[in-house]
């Protein structure tokens, strides 16, 4: 059938190439015969019958309009030709990749930019993630861990990065660690399930400060199991608090979490769960995110990545030496619905450690 209409198609543009020849030739021939007919009637003046005259006036109207006839037949061909080209365009077999793209992309544009989690957000800086490819970014099977640097070119760091989290974290130098100093305040949430955790967005103005520099809380999600180790001690679970500075730098305060009592802010983010995926749910209440964090306020410190695609470098990591505790209960609840959401150890590959004293 595409043939059969590729023949009539090529046949018109070459009929009308063919056909549009001769007239503008003819075009000529008629002009020169009128001005020979002018000629003529200059040269002699009973040569020529009206009769004579009224046939090539008529012959020459019949040749504009047949060029007319082949001008629009070229411009029928040529449409004809662009229509085909589109028709086959579309029903070419694209690479899975790009007719999924758009799907996987669009939750994650939609956010809000409040709501962007710290992978949303880089992805949307690199381009989105899940651009390039049908399969989306997972912790087991086709788009699991070893496949995220090859699922898109935005997440090149997961394989090629040097400075890659999580790591575990051991033979720390023991120094006099800045304070980490926490500025909470109760807040009025969101909790999220993004189909890879669940994340709790938060509203402005709460701070941590390191260094001497301000990082402002965005979000927090959970891990499960935790994705970091200390001395090659896995936890039950772990919560990244993930903050940014006013010149974009990220900064992840991450708090392990052990087996045990049950824990009051876990179990308000667990009471406002959604039903639906990647459906912001906002809670009545507000939360005070103080409550999260251990008794305890030295850390851990080194130079990592987010540990989600794409990836990015450059993040601040401080992790909490002591960790908090939650119930059985609470630990089933999250199991439910992440049961593994936790990248592999990533190699340290010489980067400095450095632990409060
Ligand atoms: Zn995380």
């Given amino acids: 059938m595409r043939r059969l209409s590729a023949v009539f198609v090529s046949l018109l543009i070459c009929g009308s190439a063919i ?14 015969e009128e001005a020979s007919d002018k000629e003529e009637s200059k040269s002699s003046k ?11 006036a008529a012959e020459a109207a019949r040749q504009k309009e ?41 939750p994650e544009q939609a956010k809000p930019k409040a709501q962007l989690d710290a992978h949303a957000a880089n992805a949307a800086a690199l381009g989105a993630a899940g651009a390039h490819s ?15 640097g090859k699922l898109n070119p935005a997440n090149a760091k997961c394989d090629s990065g040097q400075r890659q989290s999580p790591i ?11 304070p980490l100093t926490f500025d909470y305040k109760p807040s009025r949430f969101t909790v999220t399930d993004n189909g890879h955790t669940i994340q709790v967005n938060l509203g402005a103005g709460n701070f941590i400060n390191v260094s001497g520099r301000n990082y402002e809380l965005l979000q927090f999600h959970f891990h499960k199991p935790s994705e ?44 406002n769960l959604p039903l639906e995926k990647n459906e912001a749910v906002l809670a009545l209440s507000a939360m005070d995110l103080n409550q999260i964090l251990p ?30 505790e939650v119930s059985p209960e609470q630990l089933a609840i999250f199991s439910r619905l992440y049961p593994m959401n936790a990248r592999p150890i990533q190699k340290t590959a010489g980067r400095l450690i450095k632990e409060s004293n």
């Fill in 228 to 271: 970091e180790r200390i001395n090659g001690r896995g936890f039950e679970m772990v919560v990244h608090l993930v903050h940014k500075d006013g010149d974009g730098r990220l900064a992840v305060v991450a708090v392990l979490i052990e087996r045990g009592k049950a824990q009051a802010l876990v179990q308000t983010v667990w009471n």
């Fill in 295 to 324: 008794t305890k306020r030295d850390y851990y410190t080194y130079m990592g990545s987010l540990t989600t695609p794409p990836c990015s470098e450059g993040v601040l990591w401080l992790v909490m030496k002591e960790p908090i």
């Fill in 134 to 148: 049908a399969i989306h970014w997972s912790y087991e099977g086709e788009g699991g861990p070893l496949s995220w």
């Fill in 19 to 32: 056909a549009n020849d001769p007239p503008s030739k003819s075009i000529k021939t008629s002009s020169k």
């Fill in 66 to 106: 047949s060029l007319a006839a082949d001008e629009l037949a070229v411009k029928i061909a040529d449409r004809l030709a662009v229509l085909r080209k589109e028709k086959e365009e579309a029903a070419k077999p694209r690479p899975v990749v790009r007719s999924y793209a758009p799907a996987v992309k669009r």
């Fill in 46 to 56: 009973s040569s020529k019958s009206s009769k004579e005259k009224e046939a090539k």
């Fill in 168 to 178: 575990d974290i051991r033979e720390g130098i023991r120094v006099d660690l800045d």
